[in-house]
Each structure stands twice: as C-alpha cells, then as structure tokens.
C-alpha cells in the first residue's frame, strides 16, 4: 500500500478474517474488499497562514515584539545601497542620452553618487538643475564680458581713428597757414 503502519486501518468487525489471512494473496483481496483501508492524508490547511499574509502586507503584525532578527537581517542596507545606486545610474544613463548633461558632468556625478552624496533620485535631479543654472550663469556672464571686451575695442578703435584724424587735419591746416606765412 506503499505506507507506514499507522496509515492503515483494519476493519475491527472483521478481525477474526484479517487474522486468518496469511498470504499477500489473501491480503490482497481483504483490500480489495475494502476491510484493510489506507487512511486519508490529515488535513494541514494553510487558510490562516494564507489569512495572515495578506494581513502582513498590509502592515499588521510586524511591530516590535514580532521581530526577531535585526533590522539589517530583515532588510539588508546592501540591497537598499544596490537599489539605490541603480536607480541613480540609470537616470544618469538617461540624462546623458537625452543630452541633459554632457559626458564630463555625467562622470563628475557619477562618482559623487558612489561616494554617498545623493540620498534619492529627487535629490540628484535637484543637484543637476542647480548645477546646470550654474553652468548657464557662468557662460552668460563669460558671454557678456567678451561682448563688452569686444564693444571697449571698437570704441577704442573709433576713438584712436578719430584722434588721428583730428590729428591730421591740425597738420594740414597747420602747414596751410605756414604756406599762407612763406607766400607773404
């Protein structure tokens, strides 16, 4: 019957023919019968377990007194930093190939989210809008600097023209009248 002893069950009104019975013949047709029974596998029912699950995800029986490894055993600060710098990685990855940011700032940040700088995604695309308003601030004032470098040379320019040609002009009137003086 392919089970342990305390699987079967012997028909207690037939024990005189269960002990009369001495070949596997013979057994084999009192199960046939059905004076020797397999027992059925006792329920083990997981409802509760089931029941209660459900009630975890929801929070519930998980305070203090439930809790029996500690708080890196339950949920590792490994898998939380491996999460955490995928997340982070992969915004990068994305921000560079949409050229949000150039190669020399995806590096630069790159590393500073491996040495811990940014606690969350939120974090580091705030740190990218300062960094980028910087950037911007800074060529505007270069690209202001050079316009007024280049706007002072023409002036100059305009100014040492003007000299010259007033200049010249003294130089002739003053030959002029030299002309006018050697005539007389």
């Keep these: 019957m392919k089970c342990g002893q305390n699987k079967i069950w012997l028909d207690p009104n037939e024990c005189s023919m269960i002990s009369n019975s001495n070949s596997r013949q013979n057994v084999r047709k009192l199960i046939k019968d059905g004076l020797i029974i397999r027992k059925p596998v006792a329920v083990h029912s997981r409802a509760r377990v089931r029941k209660n699950t459900i009630a975890r995800r929801k929070g ?16 590792p600060e490994k898998i939380i930093w491996m999460r955490r710098m995928r997340v982070l990685r992969r915004l990068l990855k994305k921000y560079r190939e949409s050229k949000k940011i150039d190669k020399h700032m995806y ?33 505007m004032f270069s690209d202001q600097a050079n316009a007024r470098r ?35």
């Design 60 to 75: 519930r029986h998980t305070g203090r007194g439930k809790r029996r490894g500690t708080a890196n055993a339950r949920m």
């Design 107 to 139: 590096h630069n940040l790159y590393l500073k989210a491996k040495g811990n700088s940014f606690k969350n995604k939120k974090h580091l695309m705030e740190h990218i809008h300062k960094q980028k308003a910087k950037l911007s601030r800074a060529k």
């Design 150 to 184: 280049v706007k002072n040379k023409e002036t100059r320019k305009r100014r040492e023209d003007r000299i010259a040609l007033k200049k010249k002009e003294m130089l002739s009137a003053l030959a002029q009248e030299d002309e006018l003086v050697n005539k007389e």
